[in-house]
């Protein structure tokens, strides 16, 4: 049985750049760690614009229990890189 096909998600506006890194150091020498742009936009959405998760999901077109999912991998990635000196490396679909 294959897996269900992944709905698509409402994502607004374009976001900045392709990385964000720490200064002095080349992105080529630094662990990369992928954020995919979903993950950004929900990060953005509860984080920054305070949103519940349930309002999220209407605004991308998803569950709140994706919007949950998403969120926790958006975190952890995140304090990853900012806690490791890695570089968040912004992607626009997880393949």
Known sequence: MSPRPKKQRRCEGKFCGR??????????????????RDELEALKLCDYEGLFQEQAGERMGVSRGTVQRILTSARKKTAEALSTGAALVFAEEDE
């Not at 002095?24 to 020498?29: F, K, P, Q, Y």
């Not at 630094?30 to 995919?36: F, G």
């Open 19 to 36: 990385a964000f890194k720490p200064t002095g150091i080349s992105l080529v020498n630094l662990r990369q760690i992928t954020l995919y």
